[in-house]
């Protein structure tokens, strides 16, 4: 069996976040409690917001699968209902940290690269003229943004309500590419 050296360093993140803010957590301390090397870490990431992108994508962003199954709505609640639950104070924290590989500029690429490699796969290439990655892009830094202020917020109200206020912004030239009921179009 294969050590997963990531998991390994993403797990000493995640317990130190339990014991101090991620602002003050170096790569030093991460290294220090996943009893690796510095170039052990460098191997894998870029730097400590390189790992936390990881961490979200891994943890935050949920299973893929359910769209196939559920449904896009299904995803959306399930992405914000275990950050609300799980990753609260994590997530917080992780979007007050700036500068190069930020979490807040990582979730903007996340989001438009999952609707767009959602769409290109369901519909093809062919339909992605102009209007559609234009309002690609605005919808995912629209949404994007919008995620980040409620984990700033302490993500006040429930998370069903921000999924339902998503959908709703969502212009129509997306939403008809995205598997959502006529239920979950309803605001």
């Known amino acids: 069996m294969a050590i997963n050296v990531k998991r390994i360093l993403a797990e000493a993140l995640l317990e130190l976040s339990e014991e101090k803010p991620l602002k003050k957590i170096t790569v030093t301390d991460i290294i220090a409690r996943a009893g690796t090397g510095r170039q052990t870490f460098y191997n894998h990431f870029k730097d400590k917001n390189d790992l936390l992108y ?3 994508k891994r943890t935050l962003v949920g ?7 559920d449904g896009f709505y299904a995803y959306l609640c399930n992405v914000y209902i275990q950050a609300q639950k799980k990753y609260s104070r994590f997530l917080k924290e992780a979007c007050e940290l700036t500068g190069q590989n930020s979490l807040s500029d990582a979730i903007v690429h996340q989001t438009y690269t999952y609707y767009s490699n959602y769409i290109k796969t369901h519909y093809g290439e062919e339909v992605f003229d102009d209007r559609l990655r234009f309002a690609l892009h605005y919808q995912a830094y629209g949404a994007a943004y919008r995620y980040i202020q409620w984990a700033l917020e302490g993500m006040p109200g429930s998370a069903e309500d921000e999924v339902r206020y998503v959908v709703h912004c969502m212009p129509a030239c997306i939403k ?7 239920e979950e179009l309803r605001f």
């Open 54 to 56: 990881w961490i979200y």
């Open 63 to 69: 299973e893929k699968g359910i769209v196939e199954e």
């Open 176 to 182: 008809q590419y995205l598997p959502f009921t006529e």
